[in-house]
């Protein structure tokens, strides 16, 4: 703790540091940034846009950067990645900023943060073009958990064929996220055909009885093979379910 305080002291180490450090997480005028996360549980801390003002998003990931050298941010608009990429241009200039508008995620790295890098891969599969919000942010957290992502697009089961011929693929993964919506029969489909764990990823795409992901979802819960189910929509969930499971895999190779 002293450590600590004497280089708060010398300018070498802002409160907001300190206080994560101390505490492990730090408290901005937006709420509280869990800086210890990843170290505690394995998974980054992200900041959720939904529900959040813009101004109130920018504060938090200008916190996460000034503890983590990182910043995650997930599901936002247009104005709120203007609003975070404003701030971040004050308060850490020298970090480089990626924004993903399809997969509304957004993502600032200082030149001193360290990316894992785990001897695993998992794949990234979508039954169709719709699919691909959900996926897409799947695929930021398993990248940002060190793991090499393979996508699998649009092999969905209304044409047969086009799952059947992806299968050689499929079964080169570690892991599998296999997002679907309409009655999510996907997911079902891979895992009865591979040997590797299958995390259904349900999609709210779909309309009339039991749309917007309902019926995918129940599908999936009742699914006849052996597969892990996260809720609709749910891409950071599978994303670090999958990035835990290849963390494993890489402490096991070593």
């Known amino acids: ?149 393979t996508r699998i697009d649009d092999v969905g089961v209304a044409s047969l064929a086009r799952t059947i011929d992806a299968v050689d693929g499929l079964r080169e993964q570690d892991v599998l996220i296999v997002a679907a919506g309409r009655e999510g029969a996907l997911p079902t489909v891979v895992a009865g055909l591979v040997d590797v764990p299958v995390i259904g990823l349900p999609v709210s795409t779909g309309y009339g009885h039991s749309g917007e992901g309902e019926a995918a979802l129940s599908g999936l819960l009742q699914s006849c093979t052996a597969l892990s189910v996260v809720n609709i929509d749910a891409g950071f969930t599978a994303g670090t379910q999958a990035g835990l499971i290849a963390r494993q895999l890489d402490n096991a190779r070593e």
Do not use: H, Q
């Open 1 to 149: 703790m002293r450590d600590i305080l004497d280089s708060v002291a010398a300018g070498d180490l802002s409160p907001t540091e300190a206080e994560a450090a101390l505490s492990g997480y730090a408290t901005s005028g937006a709420g509280r940034f869990d800086a210890a996360r990843e170290d505690r549980a394995g998974v980054p801390e992200a900041v959720l846009a939904d529900g959040k003002t813009p101004t109130e998003v920018a504060d938090l990931a200008a916190t996460a950067i000034e503890t983590t050298d990182r910043a995650i941010v997930t599901r936002l608009d247009t104005s709120t990645a203007t609003a975070v990429r404003e701030r971040l241009d004050k308060t850490a200039p020298d970090a480089t900023v990626r924004w993903d508008d399809r997969s509304n995620w957004l993502v600032a790295t200082t030149p001193a943060f360290e990316r894992p890098s785990l001897d695993a891969s998992v794949g990234i599969v979508t039954a169709g073009t719709s699919d691909a919000v959900p996926a897409g942010e799947a695929a930021l957290i398993v990248e940002e958990m060190g793991v090499t992502v």
